[in-house]
């Protein structure tokens, strides 16, 4: 069975709802805390939402710094897949496994709310249940998740099909606004250069289940059942 | 010797600054509609112990590439006095 680490630091708030829904997509998920040194074995490390060390000096700075992180880090550079999802995100950025930063939404205000993306890589390793342009409905919540990047930065990340999730414009079918952080090129999601290192701004551990009002976030942990295990 | 070490971190220029415009139109709804091109960082003091002026910044260089500032979106200004 696949194995997945959930990644708490002091302030993580969607760890519960990261470890049940890996749960639900068939994997044998379990906390790893912030202080410990090694993944426990972990095939597959998500990195949950929150706010990790009440989000001081910028948010992910600190948590970056974390013992837990060298071991993640490892995991990645060794090509082990690892999920950052909001604040996770934000870390990923931080610790330079992903390019660019989260900066406060445009509009100032935190944003919770469903907003529509595309799927763009359906390669990776949380996104191959789902196709190529498919459109999901996810809820965000978040202050600070403006992407922003240098220009060759983005550059390169569109060249190289490194947009794993983007906002679309809303239509008929889509009364929700967007983009709603003022995101370069409208990014939602990245990957780095391997693809297996994914941060994302929406949280689908939120949106696993119709009964919680969305149900299209649920691709991403039955995606993970089908990674390959190590 | 003990230095006293002011870090100013500015959001890069050319970045959007949402919490600068907020500010900005704050102080025009008070009266102050002279004030424009409004932007907010963050400052940071900090002592420390170096053999010189120069290493006490570039060790607060390396404290603001490190950690104290994000490269990607934001500059730095130092300041260092003895103390």
């Known amino acids: ?230 | 010797m003990n230095f006293r070490v002011h870090v100013r971190v500015m959001p890069r220029t050319g970045l959007l600054d949402p919490q600068g415009q907020a500010v900005e139109h704050a102080l025009g709804a008070l009266g102050f509609g002279e004030a424009g091109d409004v932007r907010v960082g963050r400052a940071i003091e900090l002592y420390l112990a170096a053999s010189s002026r120069a290493e006490a910044e570039a060790r607060t260089r390396q404290m603001c590439d490190k950690l104290l500032a994000n490269p990607v979106t934001e500059d730095y200004l130092l300041q260092v006095e003895e103390g």
């Not at chain 1, 509009?107 to 907003?115: C, E, I, N, Q």
């Not at chain 1, 990957?191 to 976030?217: F, K, Q, S, T, Y």
């Open chain 1, 1 to 230: 069975m696949l194995h997945v680490a959930v990644v708490r630091f002091p302030g993580s708030n969607c760890d519960f709802d990261a470890l049940r829904a890996a749960e639900r997509g068939g994997a044998n998920a379990y906390f790893v805390w912030h202080r410990d040194n090694d993944l426990k074995g972990a095939d597959v490390v998500l990195l949950p939402g929150g706010f990790s060390y009440g989000d001081y000096l910028r948010s992910g700075a600190i948590a970056r710094f974390s013992p837990v992180m060298q071991a993640v880090r490892r995991h990645a550079e060794s090509g082990g897949p690892v999920l950052g999802i909001c604040n996770g995100f934000q870390i990923l950025c931080e610790a330079h496994l992903l390019p660019g930063a989260l900066m406060r939404n445009a509009g100032l205000s935190f944003v919770s709310k469903p907003v529509d993306v595309i799927v763009e890589r359906p390669d990776t390793a949380f996104t191959s249940a789902y196709e190529a342009g498919q459109r999901l409905r996810l809820p965000v919540a978040h202050g600070e998740g403006r992407f922003v990047a240098a220009d060759d930065t983005l550059r390169e990340l569109e060249a190289e099909g490194r947009v794993v999730l983007r906002y679309v414009a809303a239509s008929e079918a889509s009364p929700y606004q967007p983009n709603p952080n003022g995101s370069a090129n409208h990014i939602a999601g990245i990957c780095n250069p391997a693809g297996n290192v994914v941060g994302i701004m929406p949280h689908p551990e939120r949106a696993d289940d119709p009964l919680l009002g969305l149900g299209d976030g649920a691709g991403f942990f039955t995606s993970i059942s089908k990674a390959s295990v190590r």
